[in-house]
């Protein structure tokens, strides 16, 4: 593959695949809250979607860390797919999420969970003990 096939990002978290498939989930939640009723939007809505932005933005945030931050950052993205899983279950309940919506939501939130996962775990394997880690620049073999 050639360089203009693949361009590297001068944001290096914009590749990673868990970053994109957080933004996958951020688009599929923008995409049903406005199937809301008006009385379940603002409240409900607006928290599922902040939760969702969430996940995203701790990834970035936490790539321009240092590796053991970067692990912190990626358990606060897992705190907030574990948020999405109580406002998927809400809005189920509420009727205002229907099986196939709720079912899809859970498949990505479980997706994501394992790719955070799986990415502590590589963070963890890397970082030994005594070494001193400043900055992510060596991320290319964890994406």
Request: glycine share 4%.
């Amino acid at each position: 593959m050639n360089e203009q096939e693949n361009p590297v990002s001068f944001f290096r978290f914009e590749d990673l695949r868990i970053y994109a498939k957080a933004l996958d989930y951020t688009n599929w939640v923008y995409d049903i809250v406005p199937m809301f009723p008006e009385n379940k939007k603002e409240a409900l809505g607006d928290m599922f979607a902040k939760a969702s932005q969430s996940i995203a933005l701790n990834i970035a945030e936490g790539s321009s860390r240092n590796k053991a931050q970067f692990v912190y950052y990626l358990k606060m993205a897992k705190s907030s797919v574990r948020e999405c899983v109580v406002y998927t279950e809400i809005a189920s309940k509420l009727g205002v999420m229907n099986d196939e919506q709720k079912e899809r939501s859970r498949n990505q939130l479980m997706e994501l969970t394992k790719m955070i996962g799986s990415l502590v775990a590589s963070l963890q394997r890397s970082v030994s003990p005594n070494a001193k880690d400043d900055d992510m620049d060596d991320m290319g073999d964890i994406m």
